[in-house]
């Protein structure tokens, strides 16, 4: 219905009442405004197509002109009014309009709202906006946008000075402020600025209000060995006696070359004391303080030789600070021509695994590496230095152990706990278990009905979750070839998947940019994370299972705090996707491996003491202390492992074009 058409409804409207001098009056009105040239010429503007481009070239000029402390949180204002300028011209079939719209201004967003822009590139009838789910998303969502109050009394007086009733509509129907008090917020590019809530956003808080068990599983072997150093603590203090000169056999035991690799020999023999030496006692203050849940899905049982391994690598712990940084060993794939696809290490570092686009995965035992690297040095060979080791060289034999079953790129692969099982997960909508110690493919899972991301071996083992570009993540047992549960909720591409420690829960991350946190039992949605700007393509959980990482295609990292639901900070530091992260054992440190060619440390418990809202009065950009950036010579980082010595592994490919 146009203007011509609403005017006479009133009219109508209005004679129906008896108000034929309103009639009057009012074409009286719109006579007078003849004599307004600028008034009338606005007016003929506005009832065109043209209304959009004008409106949002004002607000967008007198954006850029703003004094430089208010001129970042005005600008959150452009690209709502963007989105909804071109969708309304293409609702209203002004097609050419809006094409032209779109490629006029698409260059001031494409910094931050690339991937968007892209899929709203797909949209070229008003049909797509209903087809489409992005873009018919945005049409019944808000945006959410953090401003202080100066800076939004500034945008009321210049939205009253431009008179124009079409960006006005669009902000009042599509926008919601968050009004703050004090100085604008000093982060320009905080991920939290802009935020999108739709029609599900009662469904989200909804959702969020969930309770949730976030502790530890009680009766792991941790959980006995924190126990054990309560109990012996106690009684040390009665006593007024220390146990340590009981461990000099412990102190002779000699270090496996394979079970933590070269860097371990630099570990001195100090260090290596039993669990109620002066090692374990940081950790009871940190991991001992996090609640113990039972689990909610019957676990297996961890055989003799398993505990005594753990044990042993707690007792041999090395406890990290932000003042003790831990060891990095650091495998570099070469000569992969641009064909791995994905890395992974086990707990102990003994073994590591490169998935290939070819369809093949090979396996490096470290502990034959180190005999063979031995042997050529005790010939004569090249001096290198030991921490380097290089994957992928050219020899006279092979160093690796071929696996081959899939018909499709490898996309992920994990190591079970103890080591004795591989999983690894391709484009032909398969998932494979592999045995380490057999060299061969066990079981070949099928029911993702398009290529699976990412797969994960629970803390325990036994039961691994899978996600895919079916939308979905299914929770399977290795002794069923179909999922126990499937989790749908995603609204796009679920790439990556991770365990909570007490195995009730999983985390996923998604192109939808969005983390869902699901309960295993119910295959229920529980959690509901809202920040990220890119697809998610990373996630870690700490030790203690409160907190969340997720790290996006942009480069940032966020924080989350599972009770709330709620971002404790987020980590801008990376320039390029953050491919992998991964908490220390006691949690006090964060680690990132991203694209750029770099390994970052955060002071993750300096990071989460400082509330968000304290952070938004003080106006404090430095929410999360980074500790270290080591980088790589040329080497994309793909994988990090801590394991449970607090010994740091991590795995890349030279990039093509260097870093």
């Given at each position: 219905?146009?203007e011509?058409?609403?005017?006479?409804?009133?009219?109508?409207?209005?004679?129906?009442?008896?108000?034929?001098?309103?009639?009057?009056?009012?074409?009286?009105?719109?006579?007078d405004?003849?004599?307004?040239?600028?008034?009338?010429?606005?007016?003929?503007?506005?009832?065109?197509?043209?209304?959009?481009?004008?409106?949002?070239?004002?607000?967008?000029?007198?954006?850029?002109?703003?004094?430089?402390?208010?001129?970042h949180?005005?600008?959150?204002?452009?690209?709502?009014?963007?989105?909804?300028?071109?969708?309304?011209?293409?609702?209203?079939?002004?097609?050419?309009?809006?094409?032209?719209?779109?490629n006029?201004?698409?260059?001031?967003?494409?910094?931050?709202?690339?991937?968007d822009?892209?899929?709203?590139?797909l949209?070229?009838?008003?049909?797509?906006?209903e087809?489409?789910?992005?873009?018919?998303?945005?049409?019944?969502?808000?945006f959410?946008?953090?401003?202080?109050?100066?800076?939004?009394?500034?945008?009321?007086?210049?939205?009253?000075s431009?008179?124009?009733?079409?960006?006005?509509?669009?902000?009042?129907?599509?926008?919601?402020?968050?009004?703050?008090a004090?100085?604008?917020?000093?982060?320009?590019?905080?991920?939290?600025?802009?935020t999108?809530?739709?029609?599900?956003?009662?469904?989200?808080?909804?959702?969020?209000?969930k309770?949730?068990?976030?502790?530890?599983?009680?009766?792991?072997?941790?959980?006995?060995?924190?126990k054990?150093?309560?109990?012996?603590?106690?009684?040390?203090?009665?006593?007024?006696?220390?146990?340590?000169?009981?461990?000099?056999?412990?102190?002779?035991?000699?270090?496996?070359?394979g079970?933590?690799?070269?860097?371990?020999?630099?570990?001195?023999?100090?260090?290596?004391?039993?669990?109620?030496?002066?090692?374990?006692?940081?950790?009871?203050?940190?991991?001992s303080?996090?609640?113990r849940?039972?689990?909610?899905?019957?676990?297996?049982?961890?055989?003799?030789?398993v505990?005594?391994?753990i044990?042993?690598?707690?007792?041999?712990?090395?406890?990290?600070s932000?003042?003790?940084l831990?060891s990095?060993?650091?495998?570099?794939?070469?000569n992969t021509?641009n064909?791995?696809?994905?890395?992974?290490?086990s707990?102990?570092?003994?073994?590591?695994?490169?998935?290939?686009?070819?369809?093949?995965l090979?396996?490096?035992?470290?502990?034959?590496?180190?005999?063979?690297?031995?042997?050529?040095?005790?010939?004569?060979?090249?001096?290198?230095?030991?921490?380097e080791?290089?994957?992928?060289?050219?020899?006279?034999?092979?160093?690796?152990?071929?696996?081959?079953?899939?018909?499709?790129?490898?996309?992920?692969?994990?190591?079970?706990?103890?080591?004795?099982?591989?999983?690894?997960?391709?484009?032909?909508?398969?998932?494979?278990?592999?045995?380490?110690?057999?060299?061969a493919?066990?079981?070949?899972?099928?029911?993702?009905?398009?290529?699976?991301?990412?797969?994960?071996?629970s803390?325990?083992?036994?039961?691994?979750?899978?996600?895919?570009?079916?939308?979905?993540?299914?929770?399977?047992s290795?002794?069923?070839?179909?999922p126990?549960?499937?989790?749908?909720?995603?609204?796009s591409?679920?790439?990556?998947?991770?365990?909570?420690?007490?195995?009730?829960?999983?985390?996923?991350?998604?192109?939808?940019?969005?983390?869902?946190?699901?309960?295993?039992?119910?295959?229920?949605?529980?959690?509901?994370f809202?920040?990220?700007r890119?697809?998610?393509?990373?996630?870690?959980?700490?030790?203690?299972?409160?907190?969340?990482?997720?790290?996006d295609?942009?480069?940032?990292?966020?924080?989350?705090?599972?009770?709330?639901?709620?971002?404790?900070?987020?980590?801008?530091?990376?320039?390029?996707?953050v491919?992998?992260?991964?908490?220390?054992?006691?949690?006090?440190?964060?680690?990132?491996?991203?694209?750029?060619?770099?390994?970052?440390f955060?002071?993750?418990?300096?990071?989460?003491?400082?509330?968000?809202?304290?952070?938004n009065?003080?106006?404090?950009?430095?929410?999360?202390?980074?500790?270290?950036?080591?980088?790589?010579?040329?080497?994309?980082?793909?994988?990090?492992?801590?394991?449970?010595?607090?010994l740091?592994?991590?795995?890349?490919?030279?990039a093509?074009?260097?870093?």
């Open positions: 219905m146009d011509d058409q609403i005017e006479g409804c009133v009219s109508g409207y209005l004679k129906q009442k008896g108000f034929a001098q309103k009639d009057d009056q009012l074409q009286l009105s719109n006579a405004s003849s004599l307004q040239p600028d008034t009338l010429n606005r007016a003929q503007l506005e009832r065109g197509s043209a209304r959009y481009h004008d409106g949002y070239g004002r607000l967008r000029s007198w954006a850029y002109r703003s004094l430089e402390s208010y001129k949180e005005l600008l959150r204002v452009l690209y709502p009014v963007f989105v909804h300028c071109f969708m309304d011209l293409v609702a209203k079939g002004h097609l050419q309009e809006a094409w032209n719209f779109f006029t201004f698409r260059e001031d967003h494409e910094m931050l709202h690339s991937r822009l892209q899929k709203l590139g949209v070229l009838s008003p049909t797509h906006l087809e489409m789910e992005f873009a018919h998303s945005l049409r019944q969502s808000k959410n946008i953090k401003i202080c109050r100066y800076s939004y009394e500034l945008l009321l007086q210049h939205l009253h431009m008179q124009s009733t079409t960006i006005i509509g669009i902000i009042n129907e599509h926008i919601n402020f968050q009004v703050t004090g100085q604008p917020s000093s982060i320009s590019d905080d991920p939290e600025a802009v999108l809530s739709g029609s599900i956003q009662d469904a989200v808080n909804q959702i969020n209000q309770e949730i068990l976030w502790g530890m599983f009680e009766d792991s072997v941790e959980d006995h060995v924190d054990a150093g309560a109990l012996l603590s106690g009684t040390e203090k009665g006593e007024g006696e220390g146990k340590e000169g009981d461990n000099d056999e412990s102190k002779k035991r000699s270090i496996d070359v079970k933590q690799g070269n860097s371990v020999k630099k570990v001195k023999k100090d260090k290596v004391s039993s669990a109620t030496g002066k090692n374990a006692k940081p950790e009871a203050t940190t991991i303080a996090a609640p849940i039972k689990p909610e899905i019957p676990l297996p049982i961890v055989s003799t030789d505990e005594l391994s044990l042993d690598d707690l007792r041999n712990r090395v406890q990290l932000s003042v003790a831990p990095v060993n650091f495998y570099t794939f070469v021509h064909g791995l696809s994905c890395s992974s290490i707990h102990d570092g003994s073994l590591i695994v490169g998935g290939f686009s070819d369809s093949s090979k396996v490096w035992d470290m502990a034959k590496l180190e005999q063979q690297s031995t042997a050529h040095f005790s010939q004569g060979g090249n001096d290198m230095s030991q921490n080791q290089i994957i992928g060289q050219n020899s006279g034999r092979r160093q690796y152990t071929l696996y081959q079953g899939h018909s499709g790129p490898v996309y992920a692969a994990t190591f079970s706990a103890a080591g004795d099982f591989l999983l690894s997960s391709s484009a032909d909508k398969t998932v494979r278990l592999w045995s380490t110690k057999l060299n493919n066990l079981v070949c899972y099928k029911g993702h009905n398009y290529p699976i991301w990412d797969v994960q071996f803390p325990a083992g036994h039961y691994f979750a899978s996600c895919s570009h079916d939308r979905t993540a299914r929770i399977w290795m002794d069923r070839t179909k126990l549960r499937i989790m749908a909720g995603h609204l591409d679920v790439d990556c998947v991770q365990w909570h420690p007490n195995c009730n829960y999983i985390a996923t991350g998604s192109s939808d940019k969005t983390v869902r946190l699901w309960d295993v039992q119910s295959g229920e949605c529980v959690r509901v809202i920040g990220h890119s697809m998610i393509l990373s996630l870690a959980m700490s030790p203690d299972g409160r907190y969340m990482a997720s790290g295609e942009d480069g940032t990292i966020m924080m989350w705090d599972l009770s709330s639901g709620c971002c404790v900070t987020p980590l801008v530091s990376h320039t390029s996707c491919w992998s992260l991964a908490f220390s054992c006691e949690g006090s440190l964060l680690a990132s491996g991203s694209a750029d060619c770099t390994v970052k955060w002071d993750v418990t300096t990071g989460i003491k400082v509330p968000r809202n304290e952070e009065r003080s106006g404090n950009a430095n929410r999360l202390r980074s500790l270290k950036s080591l980088p790589t010579k040329s080497a994309s980082v793909y994988s990090l492992q801590f394991s449970r010595r607090n740091l592994f991590a795995a890349g490919a030279v093509k074009s260097g870093c």
